[in-house]
């Protein structure tokens, strides 16, 4: 497999073969041999037997060029050296996400939109090779075999290029026939990503690798609070820097133009900026926390009921009533948002990795100024996301548009956030009090679940919220608290309150799986102690899925979980679903030097329907333990006085180190289901498995993340 080609060279590549299903396709005949048929391409297949796959995702690392690679291939039975991979331009009606309606990724998506229809444009592109090959030799297309890009009947023999042009003039199959899983050839087995050797040889291109001749860099000066405007600006000690080229105003602070970055940056820092406070969040996070905890006492807008929780718990034997506090969250990708943006004729061309191509294109031609259908998005690999790269204002390629405007298009301008810039800017996981009241019966059964959650709505007021908030309730504040998501409790009940405020919020990675499995997993783990039941078949009992019961009873069974563990150490368990995908999870623990819990193992059973790439699979769920532990851990952003965000470093931010990672053992469930997410999964149950076996060393309940907070020591 070879790296992901260059867009360019695809656009301008000899005649081909192009078949894709994301419209209804009417059957056609291509024009001319080897012309290309159209409208919608995932397929190209060339005259060289080149086999190129257009991938309509963002390559953030989570693998999707790999898997859609891996789909097609193993349709067509490609050899997987021949199979090359290019990005898809920006184009809505051609390459939308099927559960979206419009072009990007997110919420663990890749493979559950695409399995389908990159199956049947596999599928399609070999039967028309086939019936090309059945007409050239003069045998039934039943007699044709494909077999690693060869195609054969009897003792004829051609490769694809051979019958590419015959191949063009037949109609595009309209129910073409996917392979059954005994057929598989890649699909669920090794294959090299087809990336790997272009990121391992330096040759994959990222927007930081972006050079363009006569390119000027800049850089924002952003207000110290959020929602502060620029009153007045003293740039003389920013222009005396030898390579500062310009100092202008936008809308999101003032933009430093340079020789190169770094200048920018310093030059941006020595501005005096007299800013505009009059709207600007200016509360502390202990001032929000204390409204939100307020909040959260009161039984806000009811999500869902069954039963009658009230009743179940005034008779309950034993009771928690329990508040959880979750602090924002920043994504911190190793790469800064970054984009380039040149003047090309009356439009844009925009470098970028984009993970919602078609919104941001079109937010970032309004704020240039010029027409979406004259202007172009040059897709480039982009170094992590977890959710920061897309949020439902676009503000990141609207802020570059804008200092490319400012600065009049007299020449191509690359915007690269500081980390500074990154971790100050913004767009978290929201801040969020739960607070639970519980209770078991004389038997020990749970007796009563009332909820209540109170956060900021990552939809509401934005272009989202039609699609994200019903009926006055927001949907990703709540997912996995739901009583329909996972455990039976016949008296139930789970209110909402959206709080106000200036901080921009965004979903992160698992979104409000991140804090609503921490509660519910917590919780659980306690309510079975305290009534005297396994912490395994207990849950058992009450799991209303097959699936999560699988994973439970494999995870379980690979950690010896029931078996004591090492002195000085404990084990915790949790399992969630999220993203229509199961996963489990068992975390061996003990107490640190400083104080906090050191984790060494960690088990992981997943059920992710069929499993694409494996090795992908197994690397999601690996770096999604490591994600979620060491936010888990250590991670919190915080406003100080005035609204200051207190965190600008990962000297401050911190993260994971290499030392910390524990050892991680990975399951993936066979099964035959479609497959579903694994981006996101691997990261809500880490939290709780750690906090139920810091219980078991220290018998303090986790109520407040991070770890290193100070409460839970």
Excluded at 352 to 373: H, K, L, N, R, W
């Amino acid at each position: 497999m070879n790296a992901v080609a260059n867009r360019r060279g695809f656009l301008t590549g000899s005649a081909a073969l192009t078949i894709g299903f994301t419209l209804p396709v009417k059957a056609a005949k291509a024009q001319g041999g080897g012309a290309t048929l159209t409208p919608n391409a995932f397929v190209r297949i060339g005259t060289d037997s080149r086999v190129t796959i257009i991938a309509k995702h963002v390559e953030f690392g989570q693998g999707p060029a790999t898997g859609v690679a891996t789909i097609i291939a193993d349709e067509l039975d490609a050899a997987w050296d021949q199979v090359h991979v290019v990005f898809a331009p920006a184009n809505d009606p051609l390459y939308r996400n099927l559960m979206f309606g419009t072009m990007g990724v997110g919420g663990s998506t890749a493979m559950r939109e695409s399995w389908d229809q990159m199956r049947m444009a596999g599928a399609a592109a070999r039967a028309m090779l086939v019936e090309a090959a059945a007409k050239r030799w003069g045998v039934a297309p039943s007699a044709v075999a494909i077999s690693k890009g060869v195609v054969s009947a009897g003792g004829n023999k051609a490769g694809f290029g051979e019958l590419v042009a015959d191949a063009a003039q037949l109609p595009v199959p309209q129910k073409p026939v996917p392979k059954t899983p005994d057929r598989y050839v890649y699909i669920g087995k090794h294959v090299a990503k087809v990336d790997s050797k272009a990121k391992t040889d330096g040759s994959a291109v990222f927007t930081q690798d972006v050079r363009l001749p006569g390119m000027v860099h800049a850089a924002v000066r952003r207000p110290p609070a959020f929602g502060a405007t620029v009153k007045k600006v003293e740039d003389s000690a920013a222009r005396a820097i030898p390579g500062v080229l310009d100092v202008k105003p936008i809308p999101s602070g003032v933009a430093v133009y340079a020789r190169d970055t770094w200048t920018a940056q310093r030059a941006a820092a020595a501005l005096e900026v007299d800013w505009d406070l009059s709207k600007a969040e200016t509360r502390s996070s202990d001032q929000m926390l204390a409204e939100y905890s307020a909040a959260a006492r009161t039984p806000g807008k009811q999500v869902e009921a069954a039963g009658d929780a009230a009743a179940a718990l005034g008779r309950a034997a034993k009771t928690i009533d329990a508040i959880y506090y979750f602090p924002f969250l920043a994504h911190a990708p190793m790469e800064t948002m970054d984009y380039v943006i040149e003047k090309k004729g009356e439009g844009i061309s925009v470098h970028a990795g984009s993970q919602f191509q078609v919104g941001e294109m079109g937010a970032i031609c309004g704020v240039a100024g010029v027409p979406f259908d004259k202007s172009e998005l040059v897709q480039h690999f982009a170094g992590g996301s977890f959710g920061r790269r897309v949020n439902p204002m676009m503000s990141d390629g609207s802020e570059a548009a804008a200092c490319a405007r400012a600065y009049g298009f007299a020449a191509p301008v690359k915007v690269v956030a500081s980390r500074e810039n990154d971790l100050t800017g913004g767009w978290y996981r929201p801040m969020t009090v739960h607070r639970v009241r519980a209770g078991i019966d004389a038997t020990g059964a749970i007796s009563g679940w009332d909820q209540v959650c109170a956060a900021k709505s990552i939809m509401k007021d934005t272009p989202f919220e039609a699609m994200g908030i019903r009926d006055g309730i927001d949907g990703n504040m709540i997912e996995g608290a739901n009583d329909t998501n996972q455990y039976k409790i016949g008296d139930f009940r789970l209110g909402q309150h959206m709080m106000k405020g200036g901080v921009p919020v965004l979903w992160w990675r698992s979104v409000g799986h991140t804090h609503t499995a921490f509660v519910k997993e917590t919780l659980i783990d306690e309510l079975l102690e305290l009534g005297g039941k396994d912490l395994v078949q207990g849950r058992m009992d009450l799991l209303k899925h097959e699936r999560a019961k699988g994973v439970l009873a494999k995870v379980a069974a690979m950690s010896g979980f029931a078996k004591p563990p090492k002195k000085g150490r404990a084990k915790g368990i949790a399992v969630h679903e999220s993203f229509d995908s199961y996963v489990a999870q068992v975390a061996e623990v003990s107490k640190g030097k400083d104080g906090l819990p050191r984790v060494h193992k960690v088990w992981c059973a997943v059920d992710c329907g069929i499993a694409v790439n494996p090795d992908i699979i197994r690397a999601q769920m690996e770096g999604g333990i490591g994600y979620g532990l060491g936010h888990a851990l250590y991670a919190e952003v915080t406003l100080g006085e005035g609204g200051v965000v207190r965190q600008t470093n990962f000297d401050s931010y911190r993260s994971l180190r290499i030392g910390e990672m524990p050892d991680i053992e990975v399951a993936i469930i066979p099964s035959t289901e479609k497959p579903t997410g694994v981006g996101e999964p691997g990261v809500p149950p880490i939290a709780p498995a750690v906090a139920n076996a810091w219980r078991k060393l220290t018998g303090k309940a986790v109520r407040r993340l991070p770890f290193a907070h100070g409460d839970n020591a």
